[in-house]
């Protein structure tokens, strides 16, 4: 069964950072790339980055430059340092298993709140 828990999301003022964790479960890690999709209140769910086998990766144009998002194969983990947040980037974040650039599993999803 596959698992993939979220943490690390909360409250932070604009400009500040917050890095968030995907512990996965149940899946060869190595062999999968990985997700992080966002939503926000009203919008629908968007990509934010993916972590290919390789470790190559793609971003959303909103969030290039200041996300960036990681892997660390021995301990089945995808990280999303997020520096230099905006109101804008308020949302949930999803944490995905991507099989042919599409997400495949989901996390359950942690709270991203970027207010003063």
């Known amino acids: 069964q596959v698992q993939l828990v979220e943490s690390g999301g909360g409250l932070v003022q604009p400009g500040g950072s917050l890095r968030l964790s995907c512990a996965a479960s149940?899946?060869?890690?190595?062999?999968?790339?990985m997700g992080w999709y966002r939503q926000a209140p009203g919008k629908e769910r968007e990509l934010v980055a993916v972590?290919?086998?390789?470790?190559?990766?793609k971003y959303a144009d909103s969030v290039k430059d200041r996300f960036t998002i990681s892997r660390d194969n021995v301990k089945s983990t995808v990280y999303l340092q997020m520096n230099s947040l905006k109101p804008e980037d308020t949302a949930v974040y999803y944490c995905?298993?991507?099989?042919?650039?599409?997400?495949?599993?989901w996390g359950r999803g942690t709270q991203v709140t970027v207010s003063s």
């Open positions: 972590i290919f086998v390789g470790g190559s990766t």
């Open positions: 149940g899946i060869y890690f190595r062999a999968n790339a």
């Open positions: 995905t298993r991507t099989i042919a650039n599409q997400p495949e599993n």
